[in-house]
Structures are given as C-alpha cells and as structure tokens.
C-alpha cells in the first residue's frame, strides 16, 4: 500500500494526471490538476520524510526536478492530512 494512498483531494478539483516518482532521495506524487478554470501540477511529500526540511529547500528541489524558472510562481502547504503540496505551473483557462 503506497503512502500516497490518503492524498485528499478537494470535491471540485479534478486529476487529470499522476505518476509515484522520487525527487532526490524522497518518494513524492505528482499530480496535474484542474480546478475553478485553473490547471496547475503538485509535487507531494509525504511531511514524516520531511520533517527536517525547509519550505525553500522543498521549492528549490521542486525547481530543479522539473527545471522550471526561477520566477516560477510556486505555493507550498503544510498540511495537517500529513502531506506537503508545492503547486507550480499555473495556467488560467
């Protein structure tokens, strides 16, 4: 049973993609999305394998696995459902 199991998901965002892939020495989920007319992917981490990890540590390595901009807009959240979702990539339709 995969850890990324328990991901929630919000009732009016839809997955359009998902693949289990590592980033570094961290198993992580990436996900594309839609949601309210917005498309956008996250990297998850699960927050046990993070704990001792900066929120800019977190966006850095994000960065450098999908070797996005450096001013790629980003947002990061620490979530109390045990998972951390740094979202990029945004796209308004």
Do not use: C
Not at 6 to 29: A, C, K
Not at 46 to 61: R, S
Not at 71 to 91: A, C, P, Q, W, Y
Request: proline share 1%; no cysteine.
């Amino acid at each position: 049973m995969s850890k990324f199991n328990e991901v929630p998901v919000e009732s009016d965002t839809r997955i359009l993609f998902q693949e289990l892939t590592t980033l570094g020495t961290y198993d992580v989920l990436h996900q594309k999305w839609i949601w309210d007319g917005i498309t956008a992917e996250s990297i998850i981490f699960a927050n046990e394998d993070i704990t001792d990890v900066t929120d800019h540590d977190l966006e850095m390595q994000v960065k450098a696995f999908r070797n996005l901009a450096a001013d790629t807009s980003m947002t990061l959240k620490r979530s109390e459902s045990g998972f951390t979702f740094v979202n990029f990539n945004f796209e308004a339709d």
